[in-house]
């Protein structure tokens, strides 16, 4: 299966206990299945799993927000260039960059009852939908087409719906 290759750089603060470098691409290949777009090795991603000190100064810098937020994706492509190169193999690109804040995953985590683990592939799968031209905040119907997408993902990597709301 091909997927976007991911250039991966763990702040020593995720852990050694996950193998990250091998959760991301799965997260990766699973969006790849779902996406066509995303299902080529031509397309490169510099993932960052940083602290949140790193996210917060570039979601200030970039968005003019004063906080850090899970994950931040800046996309190096249109929608229409991700779908061009998505059609012809041979024009490898820079798909974009990623940055995971770890304190906001683990907390985020805890609040929806899930694993680090399985929130950080979530995280993964929404900012590459992010890189790929989806925007959930466009609108209701955006965010109803991103959220069935991750779902679809998530499922093939064995993770509950992360909105299915719960008593």
């Known amino acids: ?29 699973a969006i790849a299945r779902v996406v066509p777009e995303l ?36 996309p190096m492509l249109s929608r229409e260039e991700v779908l061009a190169a998505a059609a012809n193999e041979a024009a490898p690109g820079m ?17 929806k009852g899930a694993t680090v683990e399985a929130h950080a592939s979530h995280l993964v799968i929404h900012g590459l939908l992010h890189l790929a031209g989806y925007d959930h905040e466009l ?6 087409e991103m959220e069935g997408l ?9 993770i509950a719906d992360p909105y299915a709301i719960t008593d």
Request: a negative charge; hydrophobic letters at 45%; aromatic letters at 4%.
């Open 95 to 111: 798909l974009g960059d990623l940055i995971l804040a770890h304190g906001v995953c683990v907390r985020e985590a805890a609040e």
């Open 150 to 158: 991750e779902r679809k993902a998530l499922a093939l990597i064995g």
């Open 139 to 144: 609108g209701e119907a955006e965010a109803e």
């Open 39 to 74: 299902a080529h090795d031509n397309l490169l991603v510099s993932l960052v799993m940083a602290d949140d000190e790193e996210v917060h100064a570039l979601n200030k810098q970039w968005r003019a927000k004063d906080k850090p937020t899970n994950v931040l994706s800046f």
């Open 1 to 29: 299966m091909s997927a976007p290759i991911l250039e991966i750089d763990v702040d020593p603060i995720w852990g050694d206990e996950t193998d990250w470098e091998e959760l991301t691409n799965r997260a990766a290949e």
